[in-house]
């Protein structure tokens, strides 16, 4: 069974702080997907990365992917009450195939 | 474009009830997961399908739950009987699949089932 670890498990701070929300295992991906869930809602896919060492940007959002695709970062700068929710990597085994599967999360709040 | 849509958006009902959770697709998506989410254990894929197919149901946990697709654009995940240990929020999400693309899936709402 491949886990994925997220690292921390919650995490509160400041608007205004930087951040970095770690997701990691010991199996290899082909891709790594970060998805942001609110409250009632269903997660919403934010970033896929599928080379190792990748680095994508979205504003203030920079994902990387480990060069031995085992592990992702996100990194938030300048951190806003906007980006408050739960947040979800998700590896995907094999390039095209569907089936992902879902790390443990990180539940971030962002104080004003 | 209509997101995923699912109903209801709550169910409370008592132990040994049938639960019926339905799920319409995007239009134009040929693949169709179901996930189960809670604090204890995250968010878990049941059952998936592609082109009305279940392609891999390894993540049903047992007999009492089952899952079809009667058509193209339209699911359903039932549990009979249900239990209290099912409460938790089940997520359908739907995708394109093509040949060589990494999928994007779309989650809906989310049903929130409590069984007492």
């Known amino acids: 069974t491949q886990l994925l670890e997220q690292s921390p498990q919650f995490l509160s701070i400041q608007e205004g702080e930087n951040l970095t929300v770690y997701c990691n295992s010991s199996s290899v991906f082909s891709s790594l997907q970060w998805y942001r869930q609110e409250p009632g809602e269903g997660p919403v896919l934010l970033v896929t990365v599928v080379t190792g060492g990748e680095v994508k940007k979205l504003k203030r959002l920079t994902f990387q992917f480990g060069d031995a695709r085992k592990d992702s970062s996100l990194h938030i700068t300048a951190a806003q009450p906007g980006d408050t929710g739960l947040y979800l990597c998700a590896g995907g085994p094999n390039f095209g195939n569907e089936k992902l599967t879902f790390g443990t999360g990180t539940r971030l709040t962002i104080i004003p | 474009d209509a997101g995923v849509i699912q109903s209801p958006r709550h169910e409370v009902t008592e132990m040994g009830q049938e639960v019926t959770l339905r799920c319409k697709l995007i239009s134009g998506h040929n693949s169709l997961f179901w996930y189960r989410q809670t604090m204890m254990r995250g968010l878990e894929l049941l059952i998936y399908?592609?082109?009305?197919?279940?392609?891999?149901d390894s993540g049903m946990p047992e007999d009492r739950f089952s899952a079809k697709m009667p058509n193209a654009s339209f699911s359903t995940l039932k549990i009979q009987p249900s239990e209290p240990r099912d409460s938790a929020v089940y997520f359908c999400?739907?995708?394109?699949?093509?040949?060589?693309?990494?999928?994007?899936?779309?989650f809906g709402p989310g049903t929130r089932l409590t069984v007492l």
């Open positions: 999400a739907s995708s394109f699949s093509g040949a060589g693309n990494t999928d994007t899936q779309y």
């Open positions: 399908f592609n082109n009305n197919v279940p392609i891999d």
